[in-house]
């Protein structure tokens, strides 16, 4: 496979669940992001690991856990969540993280419709 | 704090017709892109803008980058059907280095 991919495609879950979307690329990317597009908001940035440390965390709540074990996967943990945390999760990854220049153009997966219940 | 607005957020144009779309930001940035999202689908990268004065083109897409405006348009060329989609214009330098995306602009071309 190429590109950036994402299982699974479809999730639906009761609040009680604990889940897992699982994203991998095969760029040879250094950094990974995880987003989140609801249908009323902009794309929210989520979390970013660059060389398999997270370097940022915009205020994420707790029932979202993220896990990096290497530079080409990236796991979003879910756990008790709520219907509104129901939207289409995004992840990307890019050749580095936080440099000015094409170098981090970023290269998104297919997302995960995620349907809390 | 970086905010990216994008205008207009819903456009339904006709073929063969011409339009732009806008986008603004509020602090200085040293890079902007532009995305394309088809329904259902994920974001593809089009263009991506490093310098005052850039312009890319692509086919009936042209995209163009004044950072002393803080301004980047996208302009569509003689519309075809498949050009119908979610763009989404997205500006580097958010906390710590980050792009802060647009909320889009969904493009709807019409027969």
């Known amino acids: 496979e190429t590109g950036v991919t994402q299982t699974p495609r479809h999730l639906v879950m009761g609040m009680t669940n604990k889940k897992s979307l699982k994203c991998e690329q095969h760029?040879?990317?250094?950094?990974m992001y995880w987003y989140k597009q609801s249908a009323k908001k902009p794309l929210e940035l989520m979390f970013v690991?660059?060389?398999?440390?997270?370097?940022e965390n915009n205020s994420v709540p707790s029932r979202f856990s993220p896990e990096c074990p290497n530079s080409s996967h990236l796991f979003l943990h879910l756990h008790t969540l709520q219907p509104e945390d129901s939207a289409l999760y995004l992840c990307?990854?890019?050749?580095?993280?936080?440099?000015?220049?094409?170098?981090?153009?970023?290269?998104f997966g297919p997302g995960t419709r995620l349907t809390v219940l | 704090e970086l905010k990216v607005e994008q205008n207009p957020l819903f456009l339904s144009m006709q073929e063969g017709k011409n339009y732009t779309i806008y986008c603004n930001y509020s602090?200085?940035?040293?890079?902007l892109y532009w995305y394309r999202q088809d329904p259902g689908k994920s974001l593809e990268s089009l263009f991506v803008?490093?310098?005052?004065?850039a312009v890319k083109q692509e086919g009936r897409l042209m995209a163009s980058l004044d950072t002393k405006a803080r301004l980047s348009t996208l302009h569509i060329t003689a519309a075809v059907h498949d050009l119908s989609a979610t763009y989404f214009c997205?500006?580097?330098?958010?906390?710590?280095?980050?792009?802060?995306f647009g909320k889009g602009t969904k493009l709807s071309v019409k027969p």
């Open positions: 990307a990854s890019s050749q580095e993280w936080g440099l000015a220049g094409g170098q981090d153009t970023q290269y």
């Open positions: 760029l040879g990317h250094n950094a």
């Open positions: 690991y660059s060389l398999e440390e997270r370097v």
């Open positions: 602090t200085t940035s040293d890079r």
């Open positions: 803008l490093l310098s005052n004065g």
């Open positions: 997205a500006v580097g330098g958010g906390s710590q280095g980050n792009l802060i």
